[in-house]
Nanobody
């Protein structure tokens, strides 16, 4: 059974940076596309970023393009979301996702980690 766990959420001021990490166990990490989604209070979960199985293709929501960077290390079964230039509207619970293809909004999910950006 695949298990997904996120690390690294917290509170940061607007303009600051945070790094989220995600570790996958119980499966073949290098076979998964990895992604990050987020859900703000009262809103639906939305796509943030994804990376394909070998790290050569990345995908971003328009709202984070140029500020967030997704990467992966298949040797460590880890994917990372570097978030720079954070804005209050980035406040949400962030979920890591492992799936067969990027951006499908399906597959295996972590429990989520809270990111709060203060103005």
């Amino acid at each position: 059974q695949v298990q997904v766990v996120e690390y690294g959420g917290g509170l940061v001021q607007a303009g600051g940076s945070l790094t989220l990490s995600c570790v996958v166990s119980g499966g073949s990490f290098s076979s998964y596309a990895m992604g990050w989604y987020r859900q703000a209070t009262g809103k639906e979960r939305e796509f943030v970023a994804a990376v394909n199985w070998n790290g050569r293709s990345t995908y971003y929501a328009d709202s984070v393009k140029g500020r967030f960077t997704i990467s992966r290390d298949n040797a460590k079964d880890t994917t990372t979301l570097q978030m720079d230039g954070l804005k209050p509207e980035d406040t949400a619970v962030y979920y890591c996702n492992a799936d067969t293809q990027p951006g499908l909004n399906s597959g295996s999910w972590g429990p989520g980690t809270q990111v709060t950006v203060s103005s």
